[in-house]
């Protein structure tokens, strides 16, 4: 019942910064495409690398943007663009191109340090709107953890969910058993929050984040409130890359 009532919660706020996300998008539809420095609203974070494919006209953008009324500031914005560049590496190196799957995300910062503090929630992404909203702690803490984490659930939407799905077929294989409990979604060894035992989105774009930041970043290994001793690490770093060699493979 409380995960109920949690998950209600969490619908309910999304659809309120849905909503809102609406609102700025309205007001500033053209802005948002073509920021310049000229306009300080709006920051774009360009990230270098080799393109696979010329894109055609208005088709994809070589640019990710940032867009807040304020508070960005440069090393949040430098940040971001780590971030952003060690997933495309990773995902490179799968064979996959993270500026094509990832297109139009864009980035909006929510000052605080959380977004919601009652839920603790730290970063959000709208998959209607394609806005990653991050509150301060997510530049804070765990080495950007939680921004690998929405971006995960993006890359997993953008491939309709054929990551989690694969993901958790891949997770039941190494483990050798469906050891899935009443409660939880995500086989034991292989998940680090309660959140992520519960939902399996939540446990792929955990082991997303894991993988980029471990594989491409030197991140340290997260340690949550809730994280069992069991957890396999290694194991959920190895079953997210096979899922997405087996996902581009297909
Ligand atoms: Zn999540």
């Known amino acids: 019942m409380v995960g109920k009532a949690v998950l209600s919660t969490i619908i309910l ?15 500033q539809p ?11 609203s709006s920051v774009i974070v360009d990230i270098p690398g080799p393109k696979t494919a010329a894109p055609a006209a208005g088709e994809r953008s070589e640019r990710f943007i940032v867009d807040d009324t304020s508070r960005w ?7 971001v663009n780590r971030v952003l560049t060690h997933t495309f590496q990773a995902l490179n190196e799968v064979g996959l191109d993270g500026r094509l799957l990832l297109d139009d995300y864009r980035f909006r910062r929510v000052s605080g340090e959380h977004i919601d503090e009652a839920l603790g929630l ?10 990653i909203s991050l509150a301060d702690a997510a ?5 950007g953890f939680y921004i690998y984490h929405e971006i995960g659930h993006a890359v997993d939407h953008q491939m309709d969910r054929e990551l989690s799905k694969q993901y958790h077929a891949q997770i039941i294989a190494m483990a050798g058993t469906d050891n899935i409990t009443a ?7 292989y998940w ?6 519960e939902v399996r989105e939540e446990a792929t774009a955990d082991a997303f984040a894991l993988w980029v930041g471990s594989e491409q970043a030197d991140m340290r ?21 096979i899922s997405m060699v087996a996902i581009n493979g297909s």
């Open 73 to 79: 500031t440069a090393d949040e914005l430098v940040v």
């Open 221 to 241: 290994r997260p340690i949550f409130a809730g994280t069992p001793l069991n957890a396999d690490y290694d194991g959920i770093v190895r079953a997210l890359e």
């Open 13 to 27: 706020i999304t659809g309120i910064i849905f909503i809102v996300s609406q609102v700025e998008a309205d007001q």
């Open 192 to 197: 680090l929050r309660a959140h992520a035992h």
């Open 183 to 189: 409660v939880g979604a995500t086989v034991d060894g």
């Open 139 to 143: 530049f804070v803490r765990l080495g």
């Open 30 to 40: 053209a802005g948002i495409v073509q920021a310049s420095i000229a306009q300080p």
């Open 122 to 131: 730290i970063g959000l992404v709208n998959h209607d709107t394609h806005i």
